[in-house]
Structures are given as C-alpha cells and as structure tokens.
C-alpha cells in the first residue's frame, strides 16, 4: 500500500482517506473543500477527517522532534517488555 496506493488491496473508501492523509502530509496548504470534499464522498464524516489530520500533524510534530533532539529508537526487546507490561497492566502501571 505504502508504494503503490493506486493498486493496493483496499477499497475505495480507504483509499480516498489515504489519498487525503498523504495530501496532508505532503502540502497541508493544498487542502481545500474539494479534497473534503472527496473524503466525504467516499464515506469519511468531518469527525473522522478532522481525526486524521491531527494524527498526521502530531506524528509529523514527535517525528521532527525526536530528529531534532537526538532521541534514539528502543531497541526490539525494550518494545516487546513494554507491549507485555501494557497488554497487563494497560496504562496504569
């Protein structure tokens, strides 16, 4: 889906969203009513739409925050430590 979103295995609907969420990421400022407007067509509510895009903008805020500040990635054994204690406890530890 990641390389080839045109053909990937999806329905319509969630390819409409992609294609938004990728406008999103790529041009914000080339949002306008028509590309809402084709989100909506396919199905997604304003509620939806509105979720993605503050998805997309906090990931993009994390991501060049973490690039900025040097944070290095877990290394695998501390995510599976981490998925097991909330899978367990959830976020209440």
């Known amino acids: 889906m990641l390389n080839d979103l045109p053909n990937a295995p999806i329905s319509d609907s969630w390819r409409y969203l992609f294609e938004f969420?990728?406008?999103v990421c790529r041009d914000s400022n080339a949002?306008?009513?028509a590309a809402v407007?084709?989100?909506k067509q396919a199905g997604w509510s304003d509620e939806a739409l509105y979720d993605a895009i503050s998805v997309?903008?906090?990931f993009k805020f994390y991501n060049t925050w973490i690039d900025a500040t040097g944070v290095q990635d877990m290394p695998a054994a501390a995510y599976a430590a981490s998925g097991k204690r909330l899978a367990e406890h959830g976020?209440?530890?």
Do not use: E, H, M, T
């Open 37 to 39: 407007d084709r989100a």
């Open 31 to 33: 949002v306008d009513q």
């Open 56 to 58: 997309c903008a906090l």
């Open 91 to 93: 976020y209440n530890f």
């Open 21 to 23: 969420i990728d406008l």
